[in-house]
Structures are given as C-alpha cells and as structure tokens.
C-alpha cells in the first residue's frame, strides 16, 4: 500500500509504503504497488560519476473510496495447532473473532483439509464438523477472516493477508465483505460456502484464499 508521508524533513509531500506487519495502521491509502517488491538497482558509474544505488520505480495504481480490492493470504505466514478434539482446533492466544472464519491446513497432519469455523472462543474454535484426518500439534495453517471483519492482519506495504492467532496484528482497516478459493483444475475464483466448502480436501491441488473487500481509510485527496 502507498500512503502520503507524514514526518517532516524526511517524507512529508511524497507517497510511501505503508508500515510493515502489524507495526501500525495505513492511514490515508491512495494507492496499490503494481509489483510485490521494490528491489534497489546499484549503477556502477552513472553518467560517468561516482557508484550509486537507487529504487526501481513501480506503477501504483490509485485506489477510491468504494473499489472493491482482492487480497490473498500469505501461505507464509500460518498459525500452529496446538491440539484437536473434534470438533474443536485449539490454537494458542487465538482471539474470540472468528465465528465465521475459515481454516486451511498447510503443513502436517491433515494438511489440504478446509474447515469452516461456525463459533470461536478464546484460544478455540469450532469446526461446523470435524475434519475427516485429525489434526495434531504438527498442523500449521491460514486463518482466513470473517466476512465483516473490519480489521486484518496484512504483510509489509499491505501486499498479503498474514495468520497470526492474537488480535493485536489486525491493524489494517479492510473490511471483508467474502472469501473466494481456487485451486489447481479450478476455473476462477469461487466465494466460500460452508455448505458447499467444509472438509474439502485440498491435499495436492495448491489451493490459493483471497478475501474480497475495501479499504477503510483513503487520501480523499493529493498531498499539496
């Protein structure tokens, strides 16, 4: 995410990336990189003067209040299972907020299994019904959001959706309005239904989640 910098003598009157993970809230978005890195380019000899490193320069496309905008979740980024009694995934510190929410398994026992969380606790959650392979203490994997979820926890410059299972990382206002899967010999995306989506099992096909939403907090207007 790009935000109008605010600190003087250093940022104040251009764009800047947002803050990293969980670090502190993007206030006043107006826009989204074009590219997930911004890698440095050394020149060894610049217009015949002296070595110098600088950004690589990335479209940024401009963002307005109302534009639906899809992030997807880091596989990166996941949450240990500390235990399983079926129904119920017990994960430490995970805050009381994801009735509603979703849990793909990416690492270890049960691993491609998706589970829809019908109530949360804290510190728990339970399934609508219980995965078909038990999960145990080497279970890693995405917790995937709520629709209406107002906050989230996003990667550095907002590129990703990260799993973390306390609620101090949410510091990104994006409202969730759905979820979508696709995975492999799937054509496009297709909203999450507990109906239709509990207990499928994803083991191979490289299932991939998104959340469709906005953000809350844009620049309404350039910085002068």
């Not at 990335?58 to 949450?79: F, M, R, T, W």
């Amino acid at each position: 995410m790009i935000i109008p910098g605010a600190t003087a003598d250093e940022s104040i009157g251009v764009f800047m990336l947002a803050a990293g993970a969980g670090s502190a809230a993007p206030v006043d978005v107006v826009g989204l990189l074009g590219a997930r890195t911004l890698a440095a380019r050394t020149d060894a000899d610049p217009d015949g003067g002296s070595a110098a490193t600088f950004g690589t320069l990335v479209q940024v496309n401009l963002v307005k209040p109302g534009d639906l905008i899809c992030g997807e979740y880091n596989s990166a980024v996941v949450v240990d299972v500390a235990s399983y009694s079926s129904p119920t995934v017990t994960i430490t510190s995970l805050a009381d907020q994801y009735d509603g929410g979703w849990f793909l398994v990416t690492a270890g026992v049960g691993i491609g299994q998706l589970g829809y969380f019908e109530a949360s606790a804290s510190g728990s959650a339970a399934l609508r019904a219980g995965f078909t392979t038990a999960l145990d203490s080497t279970s890693k994997g995405i917790l995937v959001q709520p629709a209406g979820k107002l906050l989230i926890p996003s990667s550095a410059g907002g590129v990703l959706i990260n799993s973390y299972a306390a609620s101090t990382n949410n510091v990104t206002k994006f409202a969730v309005i759905k979820n979508e899967l696709t995975y492999q010999g799937k054509s496009g995306w297709v909203q999450m239904q507990p109906q239709l989506h509990h207990n499928l099992q994803l083991s191979g096909l490289s299932p991939k989640i998104r959340a469709v939403g906005y953000l809350r907090d844009l620049a309404a207007a350039s910085i002068d």
